[in-house]
């Protein structure tokens, strides 16, 4: 690989989750200002989208959140073994795949800061379709899923090329 192409590639690992980690901050930062601001944890209505905050002490959609404290930051150490195995996987995957484990790094990134800060994580999209609600999630995690879904689509069509 030539200088050139080295440089290029450093340069986007670093970009990618350092602008999903900014665009994740700022959102987290908008939403808590707001809440804070008007001191109320629900922020916007509208028929299929709510802008609600709740503070997420567990992992994913909420999972594993107890009160233990030490239970807290031993999930904490697991995320953080997890998020350098991302960086590992990135660094030595090419094309869609390098891509997506970006995503998932920048994701993750954003996700464990807020643990290790606030101990939670602020989530605050909720869609909504008449009385069905998914799961709050914030802007790391609409990265983190995407990441995914490109990793699982990518692996479905690497077998049937085979």
């Not at 800060?117 to 999209?125: E, K, L, M």
Request: net charge positive; aromatic share 22%; with cysteine.
């Amino acid at each position: 690989m030539s200088v050139k192409n080295y440089k290029k590639n450093l340069l986007n690992f670093i970009i990618i989750p350092a602008l999903i980690f900014t665009l994740d901050r700022s959102s987290k930062l908008y939403v808590i200002y707001l809440s804070n601001k008007y001191k109320e944890t629900e922020i916007f209505f509208s028929k299929f989208l709510n802008i609600s905050l709740i503070w997420n002490e567990g992992v994913a959609f909420g999972l594993f959140a107890f009160s233990n404290v030490y239970y807290y930051h031993f999930i904490t150490g697991i995320v953080a073994i997890v998020i350098i195995f991302v960086f590992f996987f990135a660094k030595k995957s090419h094309g869609v795949e390098k891509y997506s484990f970006m995503m998932i790094l920048g994701g993750s990134i954003g996700n464990i800061f807020d643990r290790l800060y606030y101990f939670a994580v602020p989530d605050f999209i909720d869609i909504h379709f008449y009385n069905f609600h998914w799961f709050i999630f914030n802007v790391a995690d609409i990265f983190i899923s995407v990441g995914v879904i490109l990793l699982i689509c990518n692996e479905i069509f690497k077998k049937h090329e085979s």
